[in-house]
């Protein structure tokens, strides 16, 4: 999969981290996982799929302008959130207007998308402003995409479950075959 925030190189899914450790970290939202990732493996890029599923723009009733999902904000920089007024770690994703230098948290301003792509990962919840949802621009093509991929998460994880417990019960009879 080609995403905008890692645009040298082809992400690939991994149904596990392949790390030592089972897990990795995400370089959208620094959030560890443990489960599938696309992943660049020439680079150990990671992304958690709900992450490379995040809309590159929102429409917010605070600023009258679609913010962009900005993915490699200039550490040296001081980054405030317009909606909470917290600071913005520049290590990770924030949507941002560019004519008005106005933006924050991408669970700010857009909490109802995390909320439906996360399955699984917690996000802050933001104040909410109003209540209509953030309109969001997603091309149908890529709106079924990520369809198709949460699907597949879904699918992965029963799996992931399933070997789990297979490996388990196996470790259990081989422990009774040892006694006997």
Known sequence: MNHPSHPAHTLKLELTPPYPSGTFECDGCGAEGATFCLRCRECSFDLHLPC?????????PSDRHPLSLFYKPNPNISYYCGLCEGTVNASQWFYR????????HVECFAPK???VLSSGLQTQEAPALTPQPPQLNLATE???E?????????????????????????EILGGFASRI
């Open 97 to 104: 207007c560019n004519i008005c230098d106005y933006g924050g």
């Open 142 to 144: 890529d709106a079924n």
């Open 52 to 60: 490379a599923a995040i809309p590159h723009t929102v429409n917010h």
């Open 146 to 170: 990520i369809d198709n991929m949460l699907k597949f998460q879904k699918d992965m994880i029963q799996v992931q479950l399933e070997l789990n417990k297979q490996r388990i019960m196996a």
């Open 113 to 115: 998308t995390l909320e």
